[in-house]
């Protein structure tokens, strides 16, 4: 059972921390809008082990987020032109394009012309606002990444820094990124060099010029740079305040997991004391198994490529959201590196005989689970419904105490669930997310506590509103 494929209307927006549960996103209109789906890393610049890389096939991408029922993704960019992780057995791969334009003269480390940092590449900024555009043609929402950090410090040598535009090699600008000269350029992202923050400035400028009209617009600085990036994000998150405090929309802004290896593993209080409307936890405090309750001080996009990489399961998903969280999956959907397509080959993406997406079935119940959660999100009155695990002895519960309640049960069996505060009946509807199928409904009396047993083996999902209606 997979979610439907019908077209929506156009993502609402823009996006604001909702006045009345800021643990989620609300459109211009006040309407609580839940985000979930999922990202991979070629959905911009295209990615692979030849050069030039194959087209990423972007229309077939939007299909299976459709086809899942997700309405959210993180689009990625890269800043090197070629990379490897040995650890990965990934590489060397190759990217394509860039906001910079290859002119020369001379040559970069990778055997092309230098860039040109003083002039932008429009038909990159054209294809960010095209795609943009098509994702919420579909109702899907988007963040905007707008610059890549683990690569730059966590990538194979030499190529983690002779692939990167601001190496004074790599450039016809005498932009050198790396004044150490250790070989990692992590000093651009912090404020070390006022001329590649002014440089970084302009770029970011840009891109909010590009794509400032557009509702479904999110932003994210940076994918898991350091700790030593916190003050250059802090200054980025307020510079694109500063820049749409000026123009018709403003978005959200989002800081996501630092990460550095050793004693440069930025912390998750960074995330909670910065200036970012939305966030995104390392594993810290148990947000893989046991997440902590949203409390609302950030809206909390909690993401597996933060949690493991690639990983996450089926009742990480139901936690999360029962905890007050917006799930996303990391998905290894890509082309495989290994045996590039061709451009328009939709064959990596859909089976011919079903026509559903061809993906690692690993994951399905990840994705699958995703989508099922976003339906019950928007049956439920998100404004008011806030975490309540002391109402329910599975301890995970998002509820509207005596309106509605969606609880779930990681190990199945029997759940006390506490209706004391409604008077009247419930309608108790039970899902079984490893099926994907409703498992059978009655009706219960509220004003005490109810114990109530799931009609089938495994983990178990249970819905409680008020009969005669939900969340009046």
């Known amino acids: 059972m997979i979610g439907s494929a019908s077209r929506s209307a156009f993502a609402a927006g823009p996006l604001q921390v909702s006045a009345e549960n800021p643990r989620y996103f609300a459109d211009a209109d006040g309407a609580i809008v839940f985000l979930t789906g999922f990202h991979t890393w070629s959905n911009l610049k295209d990615m692979g082990a030849t050069d030039p890389p194959p087209e990423f096939d972007y229309p077939g991408y939007l299909d299976m987020l459709e086809r899942y029922g997700h309405n959210f993704i993180r689009m990625w960019t890269w800043e090197l032109t070629r990379y490897s992780y040995a650890a990965y057995h990934t590489g060397p791969v190759w990217t394509a394009q860039f906001p910079w334009p290859r002119t020369g ?40 990444m707008l610059f890549e950090g683990h690569g730059l410090h966590a990538s194979d040598a030499p190529w983690c820094w002779d692939g990167h535009p601001l190496n004074a090699a ?36 840009k891109v909010i010029e590009t794509v400032n009209d557009l509702d479904n ?4 600085i940076a994918n898991e740079s350091g700790s030593y990036s916190t003050d250059w994000q802090y200054h980025m998150i307020r510079f694109i305040r500063e820049q749409e405090r000026q123009m018709p929309k403003q978005h959200p802004v989002g800081m996501t997991f630092q ?15 910065g200036p970012a409307d939305w966030i995104s936890p390392n594993p810290d405090g148990g947000y893989r198994d046991s997440p ?56 990596a993406w859909v089976d011919p005989v079903t026509g559903l997406a061809r993906l690692d079935p690993k994951w399905d119940p990840v994705r699958l689970s995703l989508g099922y959660a976003r339906r019950f999100a928007e049956r439920m009155d998100l404004a008011r419904a806030v975490p309540h695990g002391e109402l329910a002895s599975s301890g995970y519960c998002l509820a509207q105490p005596g309106v509605e309640y969606l609880v779930y049960l990681p190990e199945g069996g029997e759940v006390t669930v506490d209706l004391s505060g409604g008077e009247g009946s419930f309608v108790a509807e039970w899902f079984n997310p490893g099926a994907g199928e409703p498992a059978g409904t009655l009706t219960v009396p509220g004003g005490d506590q109810q114990a109530l047993t799931a009609p089938f083996a495994g983990d178990a999902v249970l819905y409680l509103h008020r009969e005669g209606g939900e969340a009046d």
């Open 170 to 205: 790599n450039n016809i600008n005498g932009i050198d990124g790396d004044p150490d000269g250790d070989g990692h350029g992590i000093e651009t992202q912090t404020l070390q060099i006022p001329q590649i923050t002014a440089l970084q400035e302009a770029y970011v400028r």
């Open 105 to 144: 003269p001379g040559e970069a480390l990778d055997g092309k012309p230098r860039f040109d940092l003083s002039r932008f590449d429009q038909s990159y900024f054209d294809r960010l606002r095209a795609r943009i555009v098509a994702a919420g043609e579909r109702g899907i929402y988007v963040s905007v």
């Open 292 to 347: 902590p309750a949203a409390d609302g001080s950030k809206v909390i996009i909690t993401d597996t490529d933060h949690l493991w990489g690639i990983g996450g399961n089926q009742a990480w998903v139901w936690k999360s959201v029962c905890r007050g969280m917006n799930p996303i999956f990391m998905d290894p959907c890509s082309p495989p590196i290994e045996s590039p397509t061709p451009a328009g080959d939709r064959s």
């Open 259 to 273: 990460y550095c290896g050793g004693n440069l593993r930025g912390t998750n209080q960074a995330l909670f004391d």
């Open 217 to 220: 617009v999110l932003y994210e």
